[in-house]
């Protein structure tokens, strides 16, 4: 399960929502070190087992971060190049899963800074399902809903948007986004609170803003 942000579960569902176009949520939460290990070894089936687990999440986290899925074909391929070229460096006093995401999260900060995204439009994040049965003002109102957190989204410093992506797609801990990240929790902790602050105010304070942070 993922975790809570402090912006209630509509504010979760909606993230999830415009960054799921890209396959499943995340990779599940098994014992790596026979896959690293498998890797490390070269083994024939390696690639593919490490793609059944995490070509999914990742795409989905790296469409999320550069707002665009073909950019996020091209750093997932890198990533994984970058996975296999520095298994070396992987030691097991931490969690793979941090460690692959903190490849894919470094590739990405890099093409951001260069600008070569920054431009994107909002368009290709993501779209979210069409749920049946809406009348064409609901429909209507739906996309506006989706626009705006599209754009708050985007809106976010690239590190914030980094923070929440993890947390809402890929459903970290707190830990364990600041092992990814390299940052202390609390840094961690006040960067998901900023960002919740900052996708309200984007949206017009839409979702519910009562509950307390879950972390």
Known sequence: MGHGIGGGAPLDRAIHSVTAAAGPDRAPPQ???????????????????????YGGPLLGYLTGMVGDRTGAEDLLQETMIRVWRKIDDYRELGAFRSWVFRIATNLALTELRRSRYKQVGVEEIGEMADPEGLNPEEEWEKKERETRLKR??????????AVMLLRVRNGMSIREIAE?????????KSRIHYAVRRLRSITGGEEETDRGTAL
């Open 31 to 53: 014992d790596d070190r026979g896959l690293a290990e498998a890797i490390r070894r070269g083994r024939p089936r390696a690639f593919d087992r490490f793609f059944d687990r």
């Open 152 to 161: 708050a989204l985007r809106a976010l410093p690239d590190d914030h948007r």
């Open 180 to 188: 990814t990240l390299s940052l202390p929790e609390g840094t961690v």
